[in-house]
């Protein structure tokens, strides 16, 4: 399935970098003080290959799926909830979405969305690279250079702790959360299910057979527009755990895949703490959420936009006339501190 995937080429160019920085250190500011949103812009131009970066035409997209698990009562929530709040999406009633339109793209024989994984593999090898194509052609047909990701699906959460246990090799309990609502006793139950999950797939190594094994469809399709969007260096804008899950595997199969990612935030889902360590990720926000939606990414929107704006509209000291602090200026509060 690899070889039909959208390829990366590393996009580090010193000499951009170099010069990033140093646009970064002449704004009329101190060096640094804006901190991590220095860091955002120089990250927003290298992705986009410019010292003036702009994004254009930002597109949410959120993607959807049922999960066969859900017959094991891993959720507080029955599987109908999901095309009921896809409905609501299309009403533009829940924050975060705007201008809605429905592409179905469903997989062959996956009418009903993906098998029950704790029976069997929760989608053919076949139906695995269906999703995938769907995602990479989805990103061929958007305007812009940006992509903020989203998901809906009842069920979602235990597909994503099941690719990050398998993919990071971490312990199942570490990676299982409340999801939409369980308590603890319910969180336990959960687990217990995830872990037959995992020995019924023990020889599902690969990031692919992984996934195939695991699910779900809307992570598989994620998965594709993620590399296709990186492949045509977008500013991917990863929402919380279950995009994260998306962008761990698209990881797994592409590495340089990290360069094009902005991680929007940290989830309240216990496992999204170990997935960005896992990843080496920082997020932008730490909220306590976990809704998923991409409320997230829209809610750290503004951020990317005040980053680039750093770069195209903030004055420098030169364009400002204000003098810069010399070296004799750091020299002499040197002496005034060494003095007794």
């Known amino acids: 399935m690899t070889h039909q995937l959208p390829t990366l080429a590393d996009i580090a160019n010193p000499a951009l970098t170099q010069a990033l920085q140093h646009m970064l250190d002449q704004k009329t500011k101190p060096q640094g003080s804006l901190g991590r949103l220095e860091g955002l812009a120089l990250q927003l131009g290298q992705i986009l290959g410019t010292s003036s970066p702009e994004m254009l035409?930002?597109?949410?997209?959120?993607?959807?799926?049922?999960h066969g698990l859900t017959a094991r009562g891993i959720s507080a929530f029955p599987s109908d909830v999901?095309?009921?709040?896809?409905?609501?999406?299309?009403?533009?009633?829940?924050?975060?979405?705007?201008?809605?339109?429905l592409q179905v793209r469903k997989a062959m024989g996956a009418e009903q969305g993906t098998a029950d994984s704790s029976q069997q593999p929760a989608m053919s090898e076949a139906q695995c690279a269906q999703a995938l194509a769907h995602g990479v052609a989805l990103v061929q047909g958007l305007p812009g250079n940006v992509l903020l990701l989203g998901e809906m699906g009842i069920g979602n959460t235990s597909a994503a702790s099941l690719l990050l246990a398998r993919l990071a090799g971490l312990d199942i309990a570490q990676c299982t959360g409340a999801g939409t609502g369980l308590d603890a006793a319910a969180?336990?139950?959960?687990?217990?299910?995830?872990?037959?999950?995992?020995?019924?797939?023990?020889?599902?190594?690969?990031?692919?057979?992984?996934?195939?094994?695991?699910?779900?469809?809307?992570?598989?399709?994620?998965?594709?527009?993620?590399?296709?969007?990186?492949?045509?260096?977008?500013?991917?804008?990863?929402?919380?755990?279950?995009?994260?899950?998306?962008?761990?595997?698209?990881?797994?199969?592409?590495?340089?895949?990290?360069?094009?990612?902005?991680f929007a935030h940290r989830s309240g889902e216990r496992g999204h703490e170990f997935m960005l360590q896992h990843l080496g990720a920082q997020a932008l926000l730490d909220l306590g959420l976990r809704l998923g939606e991409g409320s997230?990414?829209?809610?750290?929107?503004?951020?990317?936009?005040?980053?680039?704006?750093?770069?195209?509209?903030?004055?420098?000291?030169?364009?400002?006339?204000?003098?810069?602090?010399?070296?004799?200026?750091?020299?002499?509060?040197a002496v005034e501190n060494a003095t007794p």
């Open 82 to 101: 999901s095309w009921q709040m896809v409905e609501n999406f299309l009403a533009g009633l829940p924050a975060g979405a705007a201008r809605p339109g």
């Open 57 to 66: 035409s930002p597109q949410m997209v959120v993607f959807a799926g049922d």
């Open 187 to 262: 969180v336990q139950r959960k687990t217990a299910v995830l872990r037959e999950v995992l020995a019924r797939h023990a020889d599902a190594q690969a990031p692919l057979q992984a996934l195939a094994a695991l699910g779900g469809f809307e992570i598989a399709t994620m998965v594709g527009a993620v590399l296709q969007a990186a492949h045509e260096r977008r500013v991917v804008l990863v929402d919380g755990f279950i995009a994260s899950a998306a962008v761990l595997v698209a990881h797994t199969l592409q590495p340089l895949v990290l360069q094009r990612c902005v």
């Open 296 to 333: 997230g990414a829209a809610l750290a929107w503004p951020l990317l936009a005040s980053a680039c704006a750093i770069l195209r509209e903030m004055a420098s000291f030169e364009s400002a006339g204000v003098s810069e602090k010399s070296v004799a200026d750091d020299q002499t509060l």
